[in-house]
Nanobody, 120 residues
Framework: QVQLVESGGGLVQPGGSLRLSCAAS????????MSWYRQAPGKERELVAG????????NYADSVKGRFTISRDNAKNTVYLQMDSLNPEDTAVYYC?????????????WGKGTLVTVSS
């Protein structure tokens, strides 16, 4: 059974930091590119950061560049999102995503999300 379980969300003051984790099981983690998305109240889900299968390539939304860092540990089947200098606009539910394209098909898994609230 495929599972992506996010953790590490919570309430943090502006300027603070949080580290999100996403533990994967039920599939070969190292074969999948991993991403973090977020969805704020009343807004569409947006890509925050992505990382390639071996971790050699990363990409970030412009709004988080220089503040967030995505990483992965294939030995632990876990992807992380280090979030620094948080501001209220970062408040959202953060989702972990795993994706793999094989030929003409795409396998796409999602976690249930973890809530991050940035407020004083």
């Amino acid at each position: 059974q495929v599972q992506l379980v996010e953790s590490g969300g919570g309430l943090v003051q502006p300027g603070g930091s949080l580290r999100l984790s996403c533990a994967a099981s039920g599939f070969t983690f190292s074969y999948y590119a991993m991403s973090w998305y977020r969805q704020a109240p009343g807004k569409e889900r947006e890509l925050v950061a992505g990382i390639s299968t071996a971790g050699g390539y990363t990409n970030y939304a412009d709004s988080v560049k220089g503040r967030f860092t995505i990483s992965r540990d294939n030995a632990k089947n876990t992807v992380y999102l280090q979030m620094d200098s948080l501001n209220p606009e970062d408040t959202a539910v953060y989702y972990c995503n795993a994706v793999r394209a094989i030929g003409g098909s795409r396998m796409d898994y999602w976690g249930k999300g973890t809530l991050v609230t940035v407020s004083s």
